[in-house]
C-alpha cells in the first residue's frame, strides 16, 4: 500500500492500493510512519506525496478496521495514536512536502492531506471530511490544521455538513494550493523547483512558517542573522553573479 522511493533531492511516497481504493489500514499508518523515517535519514530537500494513477487519493481509514473498535476504547485509542504519529511525524519532516492529489480524498485522507506543507489538486479531486455520517469525530489535530487552512466557518461547513467540494472549490476555500489539470505533474514541477534552493533554507523557511502562529521568536532572528555567514550564502552570491545555477550541499 505504501510504498517510497529516495532520489537524491526528491523522495517520493505513494499510495498503492487501488482494491481498497488506498483506505488506510493500522499497517499501512505503521507503513507510512517507516517510509517518513527514512527519508528523515536520508535527507532529500523536498518529498512528494501521491497516489499511484488519477482514480483516487484515499478513501480513507479502512472502514472494517474502524467498524471493530466499536465498543473497545483501547483500541480506538491505540488506532488513534498510530495515526497520529504518522500523520505528527509527515508533517514534522524538515523539508517541504506537497501532496497531488487526484480522484477521491475523504476522511482521513484529508488528514493525509493536511499534514502536506502544500496540497495540489487536479480536475477529478473530491474532498469531503465525514465522521459525522458514522457518529464519531475527527482528531483535534487534524481540525487545528483544517482550520488553520480554511478558517473556523469553512472548517465547520465541512465538518458539521459532511459537505463534498471539488478542487476548484477547495482552491477557493484554502484547502490546496494549487487546481491544475495535472496534479501530478504540477507537483512534481513545484518539487523539481525547490529542490535547486538551498535546503538549508528550506529547512528554516519551513519551520518560520510553522512558528509563525505563535508570534515573534527570537531564535528565529538568531536563525537569520547566522545564515549570511553560510556555506549557502556564499554559493548562492557566487551563482548569481556568475549567472549559474547554484549548487548547494546537502543539509549536514
Wanted: proline fraction near 6%.
Amino acid at each position: 500500500m505504501i510504498d517510497h522511493a529516495i532520489a537524491e533531492t526528491i523522495a517520493t511516497i505513494t499510495l498503492d492500493a487501488p482494491a481498497t481504493r488506498n483506505a488506510m489500514a493500522i499497517a499501512d499508518w505503521h507503513a507510512l510512519s517507516g517510509a517518513v523515517a527514512a527519508i528523515a535519514a536520508a535527507r532529500p530537500r523536498v518529498v512528494l506525496l501521491r497516489a499511484r494513477g488519477t482514480a483516487m487519493f484515499c478513501s480513507g481509514a479502512d472502514l472494517r478496521e474502524i467498524a471493530a473498535l466499536a465498543g473497545d476504547p483501547a483500541a480506538a485509542r491505540a488506532f488513534r495514536l498510530t495515526m497520529r504519529g504518522a500523520l505528527d511525524a509527515l508533517a514534522a519532516l524538515p523539508m517541504p512536502v506537497i501532496a497531488a492529489i487526484d480522484g477521491d480524498c475523504f476522511g482521513a485522507g484529508v488528514a493525509l492531506a493536511l499534514a502536506a506543507d502544500m496540497r495540489v489538486a487536479g480536475p477529478r479531486a473530491v474532498f469531503a471530511i465525514t465522521p459525522a455520517r458514522l457518529g464519531i469525530s475527527y482528531p483535534q489535530q487534524d481540525i487545528a490544521r483544517l482550520v488553520a487552512l480554511v478558517g473556523p466557518g469553512q472548517a465547520a461547513r465541512l465538518l458539521y455538513g459532511a459537505t463534498r467540494i471539488d478542487a476548484a472549490e477547495a482552491a477557493r476555500i484554502g484547502l490546496v494550493e494549487v487546481a491544475g489539470e495535472d496534479a501530478g505533474t504540477a507537483a512534481r514541477d513545484m518539487a523539481a523547483a525547490m529542490a535547486a534552493l538551498s535546503p538549508a533554507s528550506l529547512a528554516a523557511l519551513k519551520h518560520a512558517v510553522a512558528r509563525a502562529p505563535q508570534g515573534h521568536d527570537p531564535v528565529l532572528d538568531a536563525a537569520f542573522d547566522a545564515a549570511f555567514a553560510g556555506a549557502d550564502f556564499r554559493e548562492g552570491l557566487s551563482a548569481f553573479h556568475e549567472r549559474r545555477p547554484p549548487r548547494f550541499a546537502a543539509v549536514d
